[in-house]
């Protein structure tokens, strides 16, 4: 089974124009409840009675937290957990990770060229290749970002996958496309919203996504429940269903359809976007 975490957590140490949660301030209130809410998913996951992959996907910056840290590092230590990975910006020293079991352990990052230094990001990752930290690195297709981009995979360590996120609401010419693609291999599957409507999807089935109460929904984008985490209700719901949405134009949506061949493109490597050709 594979789980994406996401609990109230909604404030962020980053300022990014395109993210409605940029410095939002969580109250001491809201940090407790966030808090108990992560350490109760925390233990059943550690009682969970089948394999599990978590991927945690915090609306704000969960690594400046100690319980998503302590969470991560717990986790990766468990036999029956194939894969525990969270998105993050990076901000937080990865010393951290001295206590978790990195074959089980991975990060997707994200740089976000205008608020932080370039010399700082590109030495926190190569101090996560220098510890043996499996990681993926990405950045959003802003034009304004292109030539960080092109600096960042140029000067990453080799192996480091640099994937690049098509804009929310922006429309790329082929010379635009070209021009990430030439960054990013696969920026095509990023480039469009894939089309949805009636097809297969893992979602439901062997995917699930789960908030701080426990609800259980297919996925972050179908607001629809299956049933709540902790009293067990929503296993008599997962079964292969069709995709009610007319698009999914959200990586850790699509990559579940099985019409789309990322499963493949990242085995191995499908929660921290790490493709099947790339080491890191």
């Known amino acids: 089974m594979t789980i994406l975490y996401r609990g109230p957590l909604a404030s ?7 993210c409605p949660f940029a410095k939002r301030r969580d109250t001491p209130e809201q940090l407790r409840t966030d808090r108990a809410a992560l ?24 690594l400046v937290r100690t319980w998503y840290r302590r969470a991560l590092a717990e986790l990766s230590h468990l036999p029956h957990v194939e894969r525990v990975a969270i998105q993050t910006n990076l901000s937080a020293h990865p010393r951290w990770t001295d206590a978790a079991d ?11 060229p ?3 230094p370039y010399a700082r990001f590109l030495a926190r990752c190569r101090e996560l290749r220098a510890r043996g930290v499996r990681f993926s690195v990405g950045v959003v297709g802003q034009p304004e970002h292109l030539a960080a981009a092109r600096k960042l995979r140029a000067e990453l360590p080799p192996g480091v996958y640099l994937w690049i996120n098509a804009a929310e609401g922006r429309t790329y010419t082929d010379a635009e496309a070209a021009a990430w693609a030439e960054i990013d291999p696969h920026f095509g599957y990023s480039r469009n919203a894939h089309p949805s409507l009636g097809r297969d999807c893992r979602t439901g089935d062997s995917v699930i996504s789960v908030d701080g109460e426990g609800t259980v929904r297919r996925c972050h984008f179908v607001p629809e429940v299956l049933g709540n985490l902790y009293d067990g209700s929503f296993r008599q719901a997962l079964r292969p269903r069709p995709c009610p949405n007319a698009t999914c134009d959200c990586h850790i949506g699509y990559v579940h359809m099985p019409s789309l061949p990322l499963y493949g493109v990242f085995a191995g490597g499908i929660l921290e976007r790490v493709p099947a050709t790339t080491s890191a």
């Open 12 to 18: 962020c140490d980053y300022d990014c124009g395109y």
């Open 39 to 62: 350490e109760r998913f925390t233990d059943w996951v550690a009682h969970a009675p089948e394999r599990v992959s978590v991927l945690f996907t915090p609306w704000g910056e969960g």
């Open 102 to 112: 990195l074959t089980r352990l991975a990060l997707w990052a994200t740089y976000h």
């Open 114 to 116: 205008d608020q932080v």
